[in-house]
């Protein structure tokens, strides 16, 4: 399956009265069953002590880190946030320590590939694992590959040829190989189904790996998130679709 390192950053969010309370938090309130050198000041904040830097239920916080850790540490992270290129720059998925990480979009933090309860707690309080279709929304998703339950698979030659998009107005853009398709969906809880439209109409090839995507893609029946990936359960316990998140169409 793809093989890919993010550089993860989220959206800085701070207000007056929440430094108060940090002010006024000292270090042993930290939940000590958090992993490396992670602390909680307070619900919905974390912070790495060792290379300092603090995180809310978005991603990094410059703010957060300035008024936990100091104006060296925030000044430190806005030079390295200048250096991501936007093709990296994810908002979504994030590594606090090393061996774990965090999702924004599902609303769950890591260690390897188990839900860490107390660090998921802390940065998501009561909303840990609660996420719905608006989480499918306006994320460019790339195809990893199929795994089927005959012990088969597909993988991806390369996930940009075979990208999509879900939109608010249950609207579908789809690049397969060659070619681009307009579909519909229709998403309620984890139930999903999925109508292709319009296509072009292009050759692309002996090697294309448009007509397994294409067909995979109109058998989905059920989705979920894990690890900051999309998975695609496919109808009549078949197999299952996995994506990443891509480059923006």
């Not at 909680?40 to 990094?60: H, M, R």
């Not at 790339?142 to 089927?148: F, R």
């Amino acid at each position: 399956m793809h093989n890919r390192s993010w550089v993860s950053f989220g959206l800085p969010v701070f207000s007056v009265f929440f430094l108060q309370l940090v002010l006024q938090l000292p270090a042993s309130a930290s939940d000590n069953k958090l992993p490396g050198n992670l602390i909680s000041p307070q619900t919905g904040t974390i912070c790495n002590e060792k290379v300092k830097i603090c995180y809310d239920s978005f991603g990094v916080s410059i703010g957060i880190t300035k008024d936990v850790m100091g104006e060296q540490a925030a000044d430190k992270l806005t030079r390295e946030l200048a250096t991501v290129s936007e093709e990296n720059f994810d908002r979504t998925n994030f590594n606090p320590v090393e061996g774990v990480s965090c999702h924004t979009l599902e609303k769950a933090c890591y260690e390897d590939n188990t839900i860490s309860e107390p660090l998921s707690s802390a940065l998501f309080g009561d909303n840990v694992g609660k996420y719905g279709p608006d989480a499918l929304i306006d994320i460019p998703w790339a195809w990893d590959g199929s795994l089927y339950n005959n012990d088969t698979e597909i993988v991806a030659a390369d996930g940009r040829n075979y990208r999509l998009n879900f939109h608010a107005d249950g609207s579908l853009n789809i690049i397969a190989d060659c070619n681009k398709v307009f579909g519909n969906y229709t998403a309620k809880g984890k139930s999903l189904s999925i109508t292709l439209g319009p296509t072009t109409l292009m050759a692309c090839g002996p090697d294309s790996q448009d007509q397994q995507f294409l067909r995979d893609l109109q058998g989905a029946a059920v989705w979920f998130l894990k690890k900051g990936d999309l998975y695609l359960d496919i109808k009549a316990d078949t197999g299952t679709m996995r994506f990443y998140r891509g480059v923006a169409l």
